[in-house]
Antibody, heavy 120, light 107 residues
Framework: QVQLVESGGDVVQPGRSLRLSCTASGFIFSNYAMNWVRQAPGKGLEWVAVLSFDPNIEYYADSVKARFIISRDDSKNTLYLQMNSLRVEDTAVYYC?????????????WGQGTLVTVSS | SYVLTQPPSVSVVPGETAMIPCGANNIGSKNVHWYQQKPGQAPVLVIYSDSDRPSEIPARFSGSNSGNTATLSISRVEAGDEADYYCQVWDSTVDYVFGSGTTVTVL
């Protein structure tokens, strides 16, 4: 079935780096734009970054611009989020989400999320 | 920036209709999507492009969008509809943006 599975969440100190992964299955990964969305504890959803396909174009939320990098390896059906210079306020559950395509930019498939905790 | 405003909470009696507004400047000119999130779970798309519904979502869920307000309606509300609901749009100034979320409580 169509599925996204995130991994890589961990407890890290402020200023350190972490890479998240999102592995897709059940659909042609290379045909879809992919996003990262995060949710701080007890808070709402915050869009983080998007990577389109053919060509690969990246956009970032201002809160993570110049610190986070979104990338993909279509041969491995995997989306990545490289998070550098982490801050306490980056603590959140990070979801990857697929854009539905077919003329809509809604996020139709979500992973279960992976928790990133930034703390000294 | 582009801000989507939602009420923090909406309460509804079982069997009645819940209406969840999402307000923003000229939101009627944008495509609005709605997500349901239950505690400890990932969000689920319930309405896309203002009023379209994924095939697996019950017809009790509907959406509308005009002027400065988009609205998610849940008719014949059930206990299982208790969740947080978020609206979302794409805007050229902020890319993707979510509303602050509305908690629906079934009394």
């Amino acid at each position: 079935q169509v599925q996204l599975v995130e991994s890589g969440g961990d407890v890290v100190q402020p200023g350190r780096s972490l890479r998240l992964s999102c592995t897709a299955s059940g659909f042609i990964f290379s045909n879809y734009a992919m996003n990262w969305v995060r949710q701080a504890p007890g808070k709402g959803l915050e869009w983080v970054a998007v990577l389109s396909f053919d060509p690969n174009i990246e956009y970032y939320a201002d809160s993570v611009k110049a610190r986070f990098i979104i990338s993909r390896d279509d041969s491995k059906n995997t989306l990545y989020l490289q998070m550098n210079s982490l801050r306490v306020e980056d603590t959140a559950v990070y979801y990857c989400a697929r854009e539905a395509g077919d003329g809509t930019d809604a996020f139709d498939i979500w992973g279960q999320g992976t928790l990133v905790t930034v703390s000294s | 920036s582009y801000v989507l405003t939602q009420p923090p909470s909406v309460s509804v009696v079982p069997g009645e209709t819940a209406m969840i507004p999402c307000g923003a400047n000229n939101i009627g000119s944008k495509n609005v999507h709605w997500y349901q999130q239950k505690p400890g779970q990932a969000p689920v798309l319930v309405i896309y492009s203002d009023s379209d519904r994924p095939s697996e979502i019950p017809a009790r869920f509907s959406g509308s969008n005009s002027g400065n307000t988009a609205t998610l309606s849940i008719s014949r509300v059930e206990a299982g509809d208790e969740a947080d609901y978020y609206c979302q749009v794409w805007d050229s100034t902020v890319d993707y943006v979510f509303g602050s979320g509305t908690t629906v409580t079934v009394l």
